[in-house]
């Protein structure tokens, strides 16, 4: 007997309709695949990357984890940023926290979680870091949405700083870092104004986009 026969009658349900829409989707996805975007998210069940930009299959190079870290020791995210950058030459990186993150509130909260602390430690430094803005921040739903706003900025420059990017900058591979938050209660993106195309212009972009949420009026 097959476990799970509902998600298998969705399948084929949607590969029908993909078909009906587009007879050679399928034999063409497999043939190739050539995406400009890699989605460097949360592996928040109510975030899907490739709905929430509207692409199909294919069109966008995926990796998720607790809180969309960009964590230098991470074999996994390093590897699919290499892939990403060298061999599928992605032309955009985009960082996407969302509001509601539970990995972030989960940060902030002082009780022993298991193992996830050791990874949730990454964004309890992040707080520390900024501790001044966030504790006078009153109310705790704000304080987490300023928290993951910081997060993605910070990641950003995880991101960038890898040897993975400098490396494509220094070769003159044209590659753009972006810094995204989802908001669950309107399924609408906010764009952190954190876009970094050149090595040149980290510093200065980090530095404005940090001084943007840090003076930002709560």
Not at 34 to 39: C, D, H, I, T, V
Not at 151 to 160: A, F, K, L
Not at 184 to 200: K, M, W
């Amino acid at each position: 007997m097959r476990v799970l026969n509902q998600l298998f009658e969705n399948n084929r349900n949607w590969a029908k309709k993909i078909v009906e829409i587009d007879p050679d989707f399928f034999k063409k996805l497999s043939n190739q695949q050539a995406p400009e975007y890699l989605w460097i998210g949360c592996s928040d069940s109510r975030v899907p990357a490739n709905e929430i930009i509207g692409l199909a299959p294919g069109e966008v190079f995926v990796h998720r984890n607790i809180a969309n870290m960009v964590i230098h020791t991470d074999m996994n995210c390093l590897s699919v940023l290499q892939y990403a950058v060298d061999f599928l030459q992605v032309k955009h990186i985009i960082v996407c926290g969302h509001y509601g993150c539970g990995g972030v509130e989960g940060a902030m909260d002082n009780r022993p979680q298991g193992l996830v602390d050791n990874w949730l430690r990454h964004i309890r430094d992040i707080y520390q870091k900024y501790e001044t803005t966030l504790n006078g921040i009153n109310n705790s739903k704000r304080r987490a949405d300023k928290l993951c706003e910081l997060n993605v900025i910070e990641q950003v420059s995880n991101v960038c700083h890898t040897t993975i990017v400098q490396e494509a900058w220094r070769r003159g591979q044209a590659l753009a870092v972006h810094g995204w938050v989802y908001g669950l209660e309107n399924g609408l993106l906010r764009d952190l104004h954190v876009c970094v195309r050149r090595g040149d212009e980290l510093s200065s972009i980090y530095r404005m986009a940090i001084n943007e949420e840090l003076e930002e009026k709560e």
